[in-house]
């Protein structure tokens, strides 16, 4: 029995994407392939004389990721791949995770103003919060308990400056 | 002589005991979490250990590789979620084995297999690494593209899935090594004025938020709460006498299958497990017991996996390419302590081959020890809440990443290669390109650009070494295609050869 098959075999969850999701990732492969390649004309050409100047490599790159993205794309809209399955977003998946994002930022400035200790107990307690922790346990000796590793091992044992 | 007894005289220090003692602690239990890689966890750990020597350092971060490819069975076999990608094929017998109240015989068996497995694959470390990296001397530029243009092509090829997406993956990847100073003239490029970005992408940031952070917002974006409950009921813990017998053979196909494929780089234990149990299959007298709870093919697809080990070690270390994705991490870590991986690591200090194979022999009757002892204690940690282990993930990963290099725009580095991750999971791009394209980036232009100056192309074409490797990286991308075509077409007209024979002896 091939890998393939075995793997074709193997029970997987989600479903088949739609076109729109099929040609989404093409899409951005070819835009993030120009913006490459314009990206490209900005670097400075040494003084010095050389058959391939420092912009030659990235817009190689840039346009060799144009094709390719084309041909992915061309390929998904004709006949799209057969093996790819969709694990499908859970309720309220996108919801918990732009709360994880609103966590991080606000811990990355909150770290600026408030102890290291302080603010990674909140924190912790956040995440938790968001992620579906709850009683006293998730909220209070959870968060302290990291707390106090992260400081022990990063702050005491490795000296990083907090 | 001198080398082997320098090399092993190195793990003489109690410190570097310990840290191998810290790193299989701490592997086992990485390796058991479902969520937590391989991968993610080297590194994180690879932010501690920049501040150690390197052999310690390198204690850890090899034995928690080691340990890891042993603490992945269990959740496959208890809860039929795989530890680290490494161990998917141990689900294929080790849940049914588990459900048949055989999980003490499942974890036991696979315990030792892995064992026999790592032990054999440190043989090629011991034995191929200098030659290798002999051969590799004689490279010139046009060569050492040619095998950087394979490492990228094999991980595409042998990964299954689109190849078109693997192929981008690596091209973006490769353009992202261009961010920082250009290779040959020093110039700068796409930095934008920041001054951590003049030296590149700082790798470990990248990785962390590629495999770290992207995996676990994957799990907050599509986890259900229903979920396996891990099998509590172990049975006996002992293989008897037959059983012991049956899985001689499996383990020895095993190990060979697990060899070949750890030498090939960015091929990993996934792709040995797999191809493994479908080996011993074909070879088995009971084929029909292959994914209903055979010794044989949990045993098979384990020995391969961690056979892996050692050939992936010394493909890093004698060519400077990754032979897996913890490979890469090792690679960035190893740069950090001034050690460069490539063909001249060997021929500079010969010794670390000894003491790499030492440590992670070491590493692997350790992580052996601690597998045989009772694992009652394991399912109550599976059982614990997903939103404590990804807080902890999370958290780690910001505090870890802003360890290396004491910066902010790494934590923002990583935090933006977290949901580049996260697009490429949702969208089908295979990650592994990516990293290695990032990896091998500044290696494959300056190397190109080289050869290109010297001779133009008749450089690459007039070298036979080039030209042959070039050639079947070509293969790796356009074989499997074409193989999977000729097996579909095949076995639609044996479809249709049975349904006219179906049909004729209905209407004689």
Redesign the interface.
């Known amino acids: 029995?091939?890998?393939?098959a075995?793997?074709a075999e193997t029970p997987q969850s989600g479903g088949e994407a739609t076109l729109l999701?099929r040609l989404?990732?093409?899409a951005?492969?070819v835009v993030?392939g120009l913006g490459?390649v314009l990206?490209?004309q900005a670097?400075?050409?040494?003084n010095?004389a050389?058959?391939?100047?420092?912009r030659?490599?990235?817009v190689s790159?840039?346009v060799?990721?144009i094709l390719?993205?084309l041909?992915?794309g061309i390929?998904e809209a004709v006949r799209p791949?057969t093996?790819?399955t969709?694990?499908?977003?859970?309720r309220g998946?996108?919801l918990?995770?732009m709360l994880?994002l609103a966590a991080?930022i606000a811990?990355?400035f909150l770290w600026y103003y408030v102890d290291f200790r302080v603010s990674?107990f909140l924190?912790?307690a956040a995440?938790?919060l968001i992620?579906?922790?709850r009683g006293w346990r998730?909220w209070l000796l959870?968060p302290a308990l990291?707390m106090i590793v992260?400081y022990a091992?990063?702050g005491l044992l490795?000296k990083?400056?907090? | 002589m001198n080398a082997v007894a320098e090399g092993l005289g190195q793990l003489a220090d109690p410190f570097v005991m310990l840290c191998i003692l810290i790193g299989a602690l701490a592997g086992m239990l990485v390796g058991a979490f479902p969520g937590v890689t391989a991968t993610m966890s080297v590194a994180l750990a690879s932010s501690?250990t920049l501040?150690m020597d390197p052999i310690p350092g390198l204690a850890v971060l090899l034995t928690i590789y080691v340990a890891a490819n042993f603490g992945d069975r269990v959740p496959a076999i208890l809860v039929n979620t795989p530890g680290t990608p490494a161990s998917i094929a141990t689900t294929?017998d080790g849940y049914p084995l588990a459900k048949q109240g055989k999980a003490g015989i499942a974890l036991t068996s696979s315990a030792f297999a892995s064992a026999a497995g790592t032990v054999v694959g440190l043989l090629v470390l011991v034995f191929a690494a200098i030659p290798l990296a002999t051969l590799a001397l004689q490279f010139g530029p046009a060569e050492m593209f040619a095998l950087v243009a394979f490492g990228l092509t094999m991980m595409i090829g042998v990964s299954?899935?689109?190849i078109?997406?693997g192929?981008?993956a690596g091209?973006?990847g490769?353009?992202f090594a261009?961010i920082g100073r250009?290779p040959?003239?020093g110039?700068?490029?796409?930095t934008f004025g920041v001054l951590e970005l003049s030296d590149g992408i700082p790798f470990i940031a990248a990785i962390i938020g590629l495999f770290g952070i992207a995996d676990v917002?994957?799990q907050?974006?599509?986890?259900?709460k229903a979920q396996h409950k891990p099998i509590s009921q172990f049975g006996r813990w002992w293989p008897n006498k037959a059983e012991s017998k049956e899985i001689v053979k499996p383990i020895t196909v095993g190990t060979g299958v697990g060899m070949v494929v750890g030498a090939i780089p960015a091929a990993g234990g996934d792709?040995a497990g797999?191809?493994s149990?479908?080996t011993a299959?074909?070879a088995s007298k009971h084929p029909e017991k292959f994914g209903r709870g055979s010794l044989e093919g949990l045993t098979a697809s384990d020995s391969a996996s961690n056979a892996t080990l050692g050939p992936s070690v010394t493909t890093t270390l004698a060519l400077g390419i990754p032979g897996d994705s913890v490979m890469a991490v090792l690679i960035g870590s190893l740069v950090v302590w001034g050690i460069q991986p490539g063909p001249s690591f060997f021929a500079t200090r010969p010794d670390l081959v000894y003491t790499i194979a030492g440590i992670m022999f070491l590493a692997t009757i350790l992580t052996l020890g601690l597998s045989l002892l009772r694992m009652k204690g394991v399912t109550k940690l599976l059982e614990l809440?997903?939103?404590?282990l990804?807080?902890?993930i999370?958290?780690?990963c910001?505090?870890?990443t802003?360890?290396v290099n004491?910066s902010?725009v790494d934590?923002l580095i990583m935090?933006v290669f977290g949901f580049v991750g996260l697009?490429m999971r949702?969208?089908?791009?295979p990650a592994g390109p990516l990293v290695l394209g990032l990896i091998l980036g500044k290696l494959a232009?300056s190397n190109?650009?080289r050869s290109?100056?010297i001779g133009g192309i008749d450089n690459i074409l007039g070298s036979p070494m080039a030209m042959t490797i070039l050639l079947v990286s070509v293969s790796a991308i356009t074989l499997p295609p074409i193989i999977?075509t000729i097996?579909k077409s095949r076995q639609a007209a044996r479809t249709a050869r049975r349904q006219l024979e179906a049909a004729d002896s209905e209407n004689p």
């Open positions: 029995m091939s890998v393939s075995i793997e999701h989404v990732g093409p951005v492969a993030t490459i990206l490209a670097v400075d050409e040494p010095v050389t058959s391939f100047s420092p030659w490599w990235p790159l840039g060799l990721t390719l993205s041909g992915v390929k791949s093996n790819e969709v694990e499908s977003t859970a998946g996108a918990k995770l994880v991080v811990y990355g990674t924190f912790v995440l938790v992620l579906g922790g998730a959870f990291c992260l091992l990063f490795l990083v400056p907090l | 501690f501040t294929f299954g899935g689109n078109g997406k192929l981008i091209t973006v490769l353009a261009a250009d040959i003239t110039t700068d490029r796409f917002f994957d907050v974006l599509t986890h259900n792709i797999i191809m149990w479908a299959k074909r809440p997903p939103a404590y990804w807080t902890v999370i958290v780690f910001m505090v870890g802003f360890a004491n902010v934590v935090l697009f949702r969208n089908g791009f232009e190109l650009r290109l100056e999977r097996r």
